[in-house]
């Protein structure tokens, strides 16, 4: 049976792909767009080019009924959602390529009564400067003589934990940002054909602030722990105890800290608010500042462990950004395993990582690097750094570390 509503979805990624899936899954008819053959192959084949626990299933199921397909074009479609990477430059502004790369292949497709949806993590105002670019493109779509344009454009950004994408998706609540307020209720009739959450619905520079505010919230509080940590190794404090402490206070929730802040969001959205606003993003340039100088620290501590022997051999474990998931996108961890392999070129550096099958670029050329199993890595590694705490890792019995100089970043072995 046909739907009523054709939805194109541009990007099959993390983000774009589940969205894809849950709007097919609920009776919309679906087209992915994504310029990754493999991905487009896969999909199409019913299965998910990444680790995402409940996705697959979903996926099969959709393509199998023909709700979902994936191609490389962008057809026509009553409504567009963009979910595209929106990377910083050097000096930690938005680069919106991906993003005009994708209105660029939409405009020509409109007809005019189109709903536009950027998810893409965006600073206040991108989504109107899509709609411009849009709208310039297709002047015959503008708005003349104070009529209305015949296009409508919204933010709704995903909030969603890697990992529990599915159950996030359709749970959690969903702001709905319009550029005018006929979009953002077009927007909140289009998500409410999954979401279960509240719909929260606003313009769409309060929605883009909104989501960036929330990440930066996060990325401020493991600031404050990764600060501790440091500060703790220095008065020779276990920072776990320290915090399991605290914690204890009925008022107080100190997060854990770690090597750093990685993935799309925490690590950059931050970012976003401290370009819109130099002057004024104080604590939340500090706190970048704090997780990405976090790295270094870990450093120092492996290479001091590690100088204690001619021809280290060390065990990474973990490179993904979190745990029990393949996502690399901004790890510190492998930012880590990077620097080690690069500068102490004397070492070998066994990655353990259980959810990719071969390095990553970066990784995959260097000598002294290799992809191992766990209980291999760590019986051969002197050195063993813990960098992620994968399911796969916690259930590790401690014995195996003994004997070994630890590095343990996540409070592993706690």
């Known amino acids: 049976?046909?739907?009523?509503?054709?939805?194109?979805?541009?990007?099959?990624?993390?983000?774009?792909?589940?969205?894809?899936?849950?709007?097919?899954?609920?009776?919309?008819?679906?087209?992915?767009?994504?310029?990754?053959?493999?991905?487009?192959?896969?999909?199409?084949?019913?299965?998910?080019p990444f680790v995402e626990p409940d996705l697959e299933s979903v996926v099969a199921g959709v393509v199998s009924q023909g709700r979902l397909r994936a191609q490389a074009e962008v057809p026509h479609a009553d409504s567009y959602i963009v979910a595209v990477p929106t990377p910083f430059t050097e000096s930690y502004d938005v680069d919106p390529k991906y993003i005009f790369a994708a209105s660029d292949a939409i405009a020509p497709q409109l007809e005019g009564g189109e709903l536009i949806i950027l998810e893409s993590t965006s600073p206040p105002g991108l989504t109107e400067r899509m709609a411009d670019y849009i709208l310039k493109a297709r002047p015959d779509l503008t708005g003349a003589?104070?009529?209305?344009?015949?296009?409508?454009?919204?933010?709704?950004?995903?909030?969603?934990?890697?990992?529990?994408?599915?159950?996030?998706?359709?749970?959690?609540?969903?702001?709905?940002?319009?550029?005018?307020?006929?979009?953002?209720?077009?927007?909140?009739?289009?998500?409410?054909?999954?979401?279960?959450?509240?719909?929260?619905?606003?313009?769409?520079?309060?929605?883009?602030?909104?989501?960036?505010?929330?990440?930066?919230?996060?990325?401020?509080?493991?600031?404050?722990?990764?600060?501790?940590?440091?500060?703790?190794?220095?008065?020779?404090?276990?920072?776990?105890?320290?915090?399991?402490?605290?914690?204890?206070?009925?008022?107080?929730?100190?997060?854990?800290?770690?090597?750093?802040?990685?993935?799309?969001?925490?690590?950059?959205?931050?970012?976003?608010?401290?370009?819109?606003?130099?002057?004024?993003?104080?604590?939340?340039?500090?706190?970048?500042?704090?997780?990405?100088?976090?790295?270094?620290?870990?450093?120092?501590?492996?290479?001091?462990?590690?100088?204690?022997?001619?021809?280290?051999?060390?065990?990474?474990?973990?490179?993904?950004?979190?745990?029990?998931?393949d996502d690399l996108r901004e790890s510190p961890s492998k930012t880590i395993v990077e620097r080690l392999a690069a500068d102490m070129g004397h070492a070998r550096v066994l990655v353990v990582e259980p959810n990719i099958d071969t390095l990553p670029a970066g990784l995959d050329d260097l000598s002294n690097v290799e992809l191992a199993e766990t209980e291999d890595a760590i019986s051969r590694a002197d050195v063993v750094l813990i960098l992620v705490d994968h399911q796969r890792f916690r259930s590790l019995d401690a014995t195996v570390f003994q004997g070994k100089a630890v590095v343990d970043t996540k409070g592993l072995l706690k």
């Open 1 to 48: 049976m046909e739907s009523s509503h054709t939805v194109c979805v541009v990007g099959l990624g993390y983000i774009g792909l589940p969205t894809a899936a849950v709007l097919a899954a609920n009776g919309n008819d679906v087209v992915g767009v994504d310029v990754n053959p493999r991905h487009v192959d896969e999909i199409n084949a019913g299965r998910v």
């Open 145 to 325: 003589a104070g009529k209305p344009n015949s296009l409508y454009f919204a933010h709704c950004p995903e909030r969603v934990l890697p990992g529990r994408i599915m159950i996030e998706i359709a749970d959690n609540d969903r702001i709905i940002g319009g550029v005018t307020p006929e979009a953002a209720m077009m927007a909140r009739d289009l998500y409410a054909t999954f979401c279960r959450g509240d719909l929260l619905v606003t313009d769409a520079r309060t929605a883009e602030m909104a989501k960036l505010t929330e990440n930066s919230f996060r990325d401020v509080n493991i600031a404050f722990a990764n600060e501790l940590s440091i500060i703790c190794d220095r008065l020779g404090i276990d920072v776990w105890e320290l915090i399991a402490l605290a914690n204890h206070h009925p008022r107080v929730n100190i997060l854990q800290p770690g090597p750093g802040v990685g993935g799309h969001c925490i690590a950059v959205d931050p970012w976003f608010i401290v370009a819109a606003a130099p002057e004024e993003a104080k604590l939340v340039r500090l706190a970048r500042e704090v997780n990405d100088g976090k790295p270094e620290f870990v450093l120092e501590k492996v290479m001091a462990k590690a100088a204690k022997f001619r021809e280290p051999v060390i065990a990474a474990l973990g490179i993904a950004f979190k745990a029990d998931i």
